[in-house]
């Protein structure tokens, strides 16, 4: 699957993404990390993680200061992993391919006004992030 979303931190009032704790990203995916731990940290500092569910769906992670890439989810559980992520982190989920952000209620009022509008506001957890980034949730 080529698919691959995004996930980002807005401030209130801030029009950009603010900085992400990568230490909360460790914290949330090195327990499923299934990849090289040598291979984690790359030259600039960023985080990368192939992570696997229970059920075995995958997903390859790449985080840094101010995103993180969520690239080739595999429908499943993988999915319960990223919802977990964007929760702590207190961030949205980002379908680059539509435009459509995801968040919880709290974190809406945190996005630029311009995004606010069109947000897909759910329950953070697996299955509502699945569907709404599938384009499989009603609006």
Not at 11 to 27: F, G, I, M, Q, S
Not at 59 to 85: D, K, N, S, W
Request: charged share 30%; proline share 8%; aromatic share 6%.
């Amino acid at each position: 699957m080529g698919y691959s979303a995004w996930i980002h931190k807005f401030a209130e009032d801030a029009d950009v993404p603010v900085p992400l704790d990568l230490e909360l990203v460790r914290a949330v995916l090195e327990p499923h990390d299934v990849g090289d731990p040598r291979l984690r940290f790359d030259p600039d500092g960023d985080l990368q993680f192939w992570i696997r569910a229970d059920d075995g769906s995958e997903a390859e992670i790449f985080a840094g200061q101010t995103g993180v890439l969520v690239e080739r989810p595999h429908p499943g559980a993988v999915f319960g992993i990223v919802a977990e992520l964007v929760s702590r982190l207190g961030a949205v989920a980002i379908d680059p391919r539509e435009g459509r952000i995801v968040c919880r209620r709290e974190e809406c009022a945190h996005l630029p006004v311009g995004m606010r509008e069109d947000a897909v506001v759910i329950e953070m957890t697996g299955e509502p992030l699945e569907a709404a980034l599938l384009g499989r949730y009603p609006a």
